[in-house]
């Protein structure tokens, strides 16, 4: 596993079971299609893409904001002390 792959942080860790089971998910549309020619799957696991995509640019974006206000806490503490 790469790094990137067991990168983890307090935010992250409830969505990663998610994250994991859409994936699967995906997969097993993209297996149901092959099988079947049924474009349905291949909307549904497109469906699925964005949503995970969605997710982790929200997360990425709440991880931005949770280190911005960090830093401003500190900034401000050191103002004050």
């Not at 990137?4 to 409830?14: A, G, K, S």
């Not at 931005?64 to 500190?74: C, N, P």
Request: proline fraction near 4%.
């Amino acid at each position: 596993m790469t790094e990137r792959r067991t990168f983890n942080t307090p935010l992250r860790e409830p969505w990663n079971p998610v994250v994991y089971q859409c994936l699967r998910a995906v997969d097993c549309h993209n297996t149901q299609y092959f099988l079947t020619g049924n474009a349905w799957h291949l909307e549904q696991a497109e469906l699925l893409r964005h949503y995970v995509r969605s997710l982790k640019d929200w997360i990425r974006e709440e991880e931005k904001s949770i280190v911005a206000d960090m830093g401003e806490s500190a900034r401000s503490k050191e103002w004050h002390e």
